[in-house]
């Protein structure tokens, strides 16, 4: 059985579908620990509900970040993972880190990459009149939100949209494709190659793998 780390900062509610993948049997893996930055993150209770083993990591007990990341690989090492899965995990990563885990590192951001990095994706989807938004899976480097993006979901911006119901409709597309991608790295059929993600030996356009609302199911993979 594959083995993934889950990197969290809050509630957890992409993990919270990664568990709920695996139970399923629609991943094929285990999370074998998860790990937060933050005590008062939500997702470190979904996961100790699991009997998942859980670590907490805060910055104010390090003097330097670099430090903080060489703590953080020690721990994540214990479980030998085949993937290493950001979820909502709000800290940028070293150098030493992202190198580290340089072909088993994935994130999910809430836009459409490289539009929008960062934080408040939705907001300025809907400050700058945008029609389209979404979600992208994308490979990790040390550069924010920048890696090789593998797939994307679009979902429209509706007329009465605001934040919270924008934010919402891209979380639902967000827990059905971050499952599908890790399925991919840990069959070994998505890898990372001279910078550029591949899949089923072909090179992914600089938008990844598109796919459109309304949400796919596991069975169109």
Not at 150 to 169: C, F, G, K, S, Y
Not at 180 to 209: E, K, T
């Amino acid at each position: 059985m594959k083995r993934l780390v889950v990197l969290i900062s809050g509630e957890g509610s992409n993990l919270q579908a990664l568990i709920e993948a695996c139970q399923q049997r629609k991943l094929p893996a285990q999370i074998s620990a998860v790990v937060s930055n933050k005590a008062s993150a939500y997702g470190l209770v979904r996961a100790a509900v699991m009997n998942i083993h859980v670590h907490t990591l805060e910055i104010e007990n390090f003097t330097e970040s670099e430090a903080f990341d060489h703590a953080l690989i020690d721990i994540i090492d214990q479980y030998q993972p085949d993937a290493v899965v950001l979820a909502g995990y709000m800290r940028l990563l070293s150098v030493a880190f992202v190198t580290h885990y340089a072909d088993r590192l994935l994130n999910i951001h809430p836009s459409l990459l490289p539009r929008y990095p960062g934080l408040h994706t939705h907001r300025q989807a809907l400050t700058n009149g945008d029609i389209v938004h979404g979600t992208s899976v994308h490979f990790v480097t040390d550069k924010l939100d920048s890696g090789p993006v593998i797939l994307q979901a679009r979902v429209p911006i509706l007329p009465n949209d605001d934040e919270i119901t924008l934010a919402l409709r891209v979380k639902n597309q967000e827990h059905v494709i971050y499952p599908i991608v890790i399925g991919w790295l840990l069959s070994g059929r998505l890898v990372l190659r001279a910078g550029a993600a591949w899949l089923d030996n072909v090179q992914l356009p600089p938008s990844g793998y598109a796919l459109n609302y309304p949400i796919v199911t596991y069975s169109d993979f």
